[in-house]
């Protein structure tokens, strides 16, 4: 039979461990965050300063009220 590096049957079903799937959680909503604020920075950079400037000093009072 063929199996991976982990022992595991390439046939069966493999469920990962709960501290494997976490970690694996955590990865992904860290790509996901990289990504996030590199889409952010681009569309911040196609914007004119003061926009930039309005956009976020409203967003911070927002946040302000919020909490």
Request: proline share 3%.
């Given at each position: 039979?063929?199996?991976?590096?982990?022992?595991?049957?390439?046939n069966e079903f493999y469920?990962?461990?709960?501290?494997?799937y976490n970690e694996i959680?955590?990865q992904n909503e860290i790509?996901?965050?990289?990504?996030?604020?590199?889409?952010?920075?681009?569309?911040?950079?196609?914007?004119?300063?003061?926009?930039?400037?309005?956009?976020?000093?409203?967003?911070?009072?927002?946040?302000?009220?919020?909490?």
């Amino acid at each position: 039979m063929d199996s991976d590096e982990s022992g595991h049957d390439e046939n069966e079903f493999y469920y990962p461990d709960e501290e494997d799937y976490n970690e694996i959680q955590q990865q992904n909503e860290i790509e996901e965050d990289e990504h996030f604020s590199k889409i952010q920075e681009f569309i911040y950079s196609l914007c004119p300063d003061n926009t930039n400037k309005k956009t976020t000093y409203d967003l911070n009072v927002w946040r302000r009220y919020c909490y």
